[in-house]
């Protein structure tokens, strides 16, 4: 998994990397508040220096795994894509067949991703079950409260 190439478009591939030049701007400034917390004195019973700490550690975490997925990013034009499947940058009217409720999603890469537009991640437990659907197929999709099933309605190209 951690060889895996990541599917992107540049639009996406430049927001994960305008986020990241965020996040080191951040951590410059974090550091800055450890340097001025330890200077406080005994570090042993210092909040101040405790919490800039785990707030350094969790950054760097981030920035870890922004840089890793730029590293590892695939840069895909839409345009290119199949419209005969569910690939990434697809978008698919499906039908849940137990509320027999239509919805639409967008499959993208990371930097795109916005649940409130229905743009999902291709790593989601729905964009990968959607993967190398065509339209008329049912999927069932394994999620945390259990089985979902869809029915393919349409597929489109979903990042022009």
């Known amino acids: 998994m951690p060889d895996e190439r990541i599917p992107m478009t540049r639009e996406g591939y430049d927001k994960r990397k305008a986020d990241l030049d965020a996040q080191i701007a951040e951590s410059i400034e974090i550091t800055k508040r450890v340097a001025t917390a330890r200077e406080l004195g005994d570090l042993s019973e210092n909040a101040e220096y405790h919490a800039a700490r785990e707030d350094q550690a969790m950054l760097e975490a981030r920035i870890r795994e922004t840089r890793d997925q730029l590293n590892r990013a695939s840069i895909v034009d839409p345009s290119t894509l199949p419209r005969d ?12 067949l137990e509320y027999d409720e239509e919805e639409t ?21 729905i964009g990968q079950g959607l993967l ?14 259990g089985i979902l099933r869809f029915k393919v309605l349409e597929i489109a190209v979903g990042l022009e």
């Open 132 to 145: 190398g659907a065509k339209v008329g197929e049912t999927v069932d999709i394994t999620v945390p409260k």
């Open 85 to 96: 499947r569910v690939v990434f940058g697809s978008k698919v009217r499906i039908v849940d």
């Open 105 to 125: 999603f967008v499959l993208v890469g990371p930097g795109q991703d916005d649940a409130v537009k229905n743009r999902i991640l291709t790593t989601s437990p």
